[in-house]
């Protein structure tokens, strides 16, 4: 018995699990909520320990101890909250105990720390933010770094003799310093989940991932077909881009209807709760009453729920639905606690104002990061643009100066030279194999940096990872331009 599911030992397993800003605040959003409805306080705790974030767990530990051990709820909440590692949580606890023994009402206690927590994660928030910007910057700099890497080393390949194994070195060197970029940039940016998986949202989600199970293995496959056809890098690049952009424009086109979404349905909480409050109505009734025209983006699903809901639909699957339906994970999560809060007997009102403060806050503080990402996004296109163009230019330039050396050295002289290890560049010594090797140097690195680019907006952005693809297609875009361009540019140059 002491070692089942809900004994201690599984609240003590779950005890140094972080809960973010976010979760905190969703949580005491939640139960502000469900308190609103004037249940007693186990009912409380009880729906406390069903919401869908971390904070939950150390709730159910707080009914194991109240069902199991007879302990009573202050009791409870200290005991959890002094062995918990994450300190909102633990602050928390401690309060809400305290709280529970002076006798103050839950529902205010709730509604003052919901306040509260609302600023706090404003201000973790922003801290990220902050942060974010700075190592947007710093990204920038790690990135022209790792070309200088390549480029130093094929103008230096010019001068004197170089090993394979350390031009090899320094190209991981190079792929490592791009990916610790993208690292640092996923670290630095808020931890947030921003939409619902593809297969259960909206309709441009599904079709996005309907696109990538088509276009992706195309791409790939064409780019094999015409490197093996020898039609050149180029070339592949760019049809390679034009194969996978269609699926960054749906996810980025997604990601925006979301965006309008998420904003749209902080004044419909509001509304809806007030028409029912006010007019003594159902949230059905009042649903039908709004003016929808004012939310042109949520109106389509509104009027499905609003069907749905007169076809006598069991109420929890169609909002449930509705949220699902609308791809957004934040109008999901809300959308669970401004329905189960009513149905309970909560006031339509006070709780569309809770879940719309909830909503409202997180809008305007991704409003924010969409304003640093954008202009990341920006720049690092344009330095991509200028990386890939200058590393194009300088393996044209050995390119061809080796050209002009191979007609210039004499035949006997390219015969002495065949003993010569095949690296050993140096001076008027580049052989075809020379000048591939550093072709295929050039053409990794602008790959991954054409990929780490791309993560590293994604990360800066947040909301559908499949708006990777659109920054992708333009990173590579870009690099098959280089080399297509480029090469005839140099060769224009150096037969002037």
Not at 268 to 282: N, P
Request: one cysteine or more; a positive charge; aromatic letters at 8%.
């Amino acid at each position: 018995m002491s070692s089942s599911a809900s004994s201690p030992k599984h609240a003590d397993k779950n005890s140094y699990k972080v809960v973010s800003a976010f979760d905190m605040f969703y949580q005491l959003t939640f139960m502000s909520a469900m308190a609103s409805a004037g249940i007693s306080r186990s009912k409380t705790f009880d729906f406390a320990a069903q919401s869908k974030c971390a904070a939950a767990t150390y709730f159910i530990a707080i009914n194991t101890l109240v069902a199991e051990y007879r302990l009573d709820y202050p009791d409870a909440c200290r005991i959890v909250g002094l062995k918990t590692k994450s300190e909102n949580i633990r602050s928390f606890l401690l309060r809400l105990s305290d709280a529970l023994r002076s006798g103050e009402p839950l529902v205010d206690f709730l509604g003052r720390e919901a306040e509260v927590q609302s600023e706090e994660y404003k201000n973790s928030y922003e801290r990220n933010l902050e942060n974010l910007k700075q190592w947007s910057n710093a990204f920038s700099s790690i990135t022209i770094s790792v070309a200088l890497i390549i480029i130093i080393q094929m103008i230096s390949s010019m001068i004197y003799s170089s090993d394979v194994t350390v031009m090899a070195g320094l190209v991981a060197t190079g792929v490592t310093m791009a990916g610790f970029g993208a690292w640092i940039i996923y670290r630095a940016a808020p931890a947030e989940v921003m939409t619902i998986h593809p297969k259960f949202g909206s309709e441009k989600q599904r079709r996005a991932s309907l696109f990538t199970k088509i276009l992706v293995p195309l791409a790939v496959t064409l780019v094999l077909i015409m490197n093996l056809l020898g039609w050149g890098m180029g070339g592949a690049l760019v049809l390679a881009a034009i194969c996978i952009i269609p699926i960054g424009i749906i996810a980025l086109l997604s990601d925006r209807d979301i965006t309008r979404k998420d904003i749209e349905f902080s004044t419909v909480l509001r509304s809806t709760g007030s028409m029912a409050g006010s007019s003594g109505s159902t949230i059905k009734q009042a649903l039908q009453k709004i003016d929808l025209t004012s939310f042109p983006a949520l109106q389509p699903d509104i009027e499905r729920l609003s069907k749905r809901l007169e076809a006598r639909v069991e109420p929890e699957i169609c909002w449930h639905q509705f949220g699902q339906e609308t791809g957004s994970r934040l109008i999901s999560q809300v959308v669970d606690v401004f329905f189960g809060a009513i149905r309970i007997g909560g006031e339509p009102e006070r709780v569309g104002y809770l879940c719309s403060q909830f909503v409202s806050r997180a809008t305007q503080l991704r409003a924010k990061r969409r304003l640093i990402s954008g202009t990341f996004s920006g720049l690092t296109s344009v330095m991509q643009a200028v990386v890939a163009s200058l590393m194009v230019f300088v393996l044209s330039v050995i390119t061809n100066f080796a050209n002009m050396v191979t007609e210039l050295v004499p035949q006997n002289a390219d015969s002495a030279m065949q003993n010569q290890p095949q690296m050993n560049l140096g001076m008027a010594q580049f052989s075809p194999e020379d000048l591939q090797f550093l072709a295929i140097i050039t053409m990794t690195m602008m790959i991954m940096i054409s990929a780490t680019s791309a993560l590293a907006v994604i990360f800066a952005d947040g909301g559908m990872k499949l708006k990777v693809f659109f920054y992708l297609a333009i990173t590579i875009c870009i690099s098959g331009l280089s080399l297509i361009l480029i090469p005839q540019v140099v060769s224009n140059i150096l037969t002037i």
